[in-house]
């Protein structure tokens, strides 16, 4: 889970997890990535020395949108054959 820590709210946020850096006591278990807004060098140290890539927020970007299963196209229907009011004849004994 990617991690945001700013002071106020920040665009792009969906699909992760908002902090507050005034009020950090520990990483959040589970962290895959930390975006900072402004100096907080207490949050950075933390994060890197649990292994935790941490970057300035200028580089968060939108997460991309997860794919909605497309409905499946309609068939075309099957060619028909132009219908015929006239009846069959008998097929002919060859001789």
């Known amino acids: ?28 278990e589970g962290a895959t990535k930390v975006y900072i807004a402004g100096d907080w060098p ?7 020395k649990a292994g935790v890539p941490v970057a300035p927020i200028e580089e968060m970007r939108a997460l991309p949108k997860a794919k909605a299963p497309s409905a499946p196209k309609p068939r075309k229907p099957a060619a028909k054959s132009p219908a015929t009011t006239e009846p069959i004849p008998p097929e002919q004994p060859q001789q």
Not at 20 to 25: A, E, G, M, V
Not at 42 to 48: D, G, H, K, M
């Open 1 to 28: 889970m990617q991690v945001v820590y700013s002071t106020e709210l920040v665009a792009h946020m969906e699909g992760r997890e908002f902090r507050n850096p005034r009020h950090f006591l520990a990483p959040v």
């Open 42 to 48: 207490l949050v950075v140290r933390a994060y890197e």
